[in-house]
């Protein structure tokens, strides 16, 4: 998968926004809105380039508690990379909820 597949298959289906800038060596995606603060970050997913500029890796921000250790490597299928954003989305979206109950029972 190149980059210009790879970016319809993350802003398409997986319903990803990215970061303004591509600086050709990472990208980020958030879901719903480009948010970085730490307390309230939507970084789903980081795909990093290798020196050709095609996707080598795709770090999973959510899951990797933001150290970016949880890396998904080339060859990219289209099936597996849809899972991993769903699964960040998903880990984002239990986050969200056990921060909001965390405040309401304050």
Known sequence: MNAIELHALLTGPAGLVPEPA????????????????PGRSTR?????YDAQ???ARIQRCV????????L???PFEKRQVLEAAAQEV???LARR?????GLAAM
Not at 22 to 37: E, K, L, M, P, S
Not at 44 to 48: D, E, F, K
Not at 97 to 101: I, P, V
């Open 44 to 48: 789903v997913l980081r795909v990093l």
């Open 22 to 37: 591509d600086n050709g060596i990472a990208r980020t995606y958030f879901y719903q809105r480009v948010d970085w603060h």
């Open 72 to 74: 998904l490597t080339t």
């Open 90 to 92: 998903a880990c984002l």
């Open 63 to 70: 899951s990797s508690d933001n150290n970016n250790a949880v």
């Open 53 to 55: 500029g095609k996707p």
């Open 97 to 101: 909820t056990s921060r909001a109950e």
